[in-house]
C-alpha cells in the first residue's frame, strides 16, 4: 500500500510592505491578514511619539491565503530609518515589495528615495508597486507627481492609490507584486 501523492504543497510568496513611519503600513497588514497579526509595536522614544503612540520596530506579520494552493506571508516593515537595517533583513527571500506613502507628502524625493534606493533590484525586477496613501477624494491628479518622479529615475513602477484599511485595495496591491 502507497501514500496518496496527489497532494499539491501549498506555495507560499513573501510581499513586504514598506515606507514612512505613519503611512499605514500595520494597517495595511492588519485589514489583509486572515490571522492575527503578530506585531513589535513600541512606544516611540524621539519624536514620534508627538504623532502617533506605537511604532513598529521590527515588523508586523500577517498572512492571506490567496487560494487554496497558495499563500502570501506579509511583512510590514518599520517605518523609522534608525530601523533601515531591518528592511534587508525582512527584505531576503521576498516575491516583491509594496512602498506605501502618503498623498500630501512634499517633497516626495526625501521620501522616497531611501526606500526605492533599498528595494531597486525590485523594482528593475517589476516586484515594486506604489501604493499612494491618504488620497482626498476630490484630487484628480494625486498619483501624476508620484509618476513623474519615478520617470526622472528611470523606473516603471505600477502606482496606484490605496487606503490601508481596506483588505480590497491592500490585495489589489499584493496581487499587482505578484503578477
Known sequence: ??????RTERRISKVLVAGPVGVGKS?????ASDVPVLSTEARPSDEIRLRKE??????DFGVIGLDD???????GTPGQRRFDFMWDILAEGSAGVIVLVDAGVSPIDDELDAYLGTFARMSSERRLVLGVTRAKPSASSVLGPF???LDR???RVPVMEADPRSRSD???LVRTVLA
Open 69 to 75: 494552493d497558495h499563500a502570501v506571508h506579509l511583512y
Open 153 to 155: 529615475k528611470a523606473l
Open 170 to 172: 491592500v490585495m489589489v
Open 54 to 59: 506605537a511604532t513598529t520596530v521590527a515588523m
Open 1 to 6: 500500500m502507497t501514500a496518496n501523492t496527489n
Open 27 to 31: 494597517t495595511a497588514v492588519r485589514s
Open 147 to 149: 509618476r513623474d518622479y
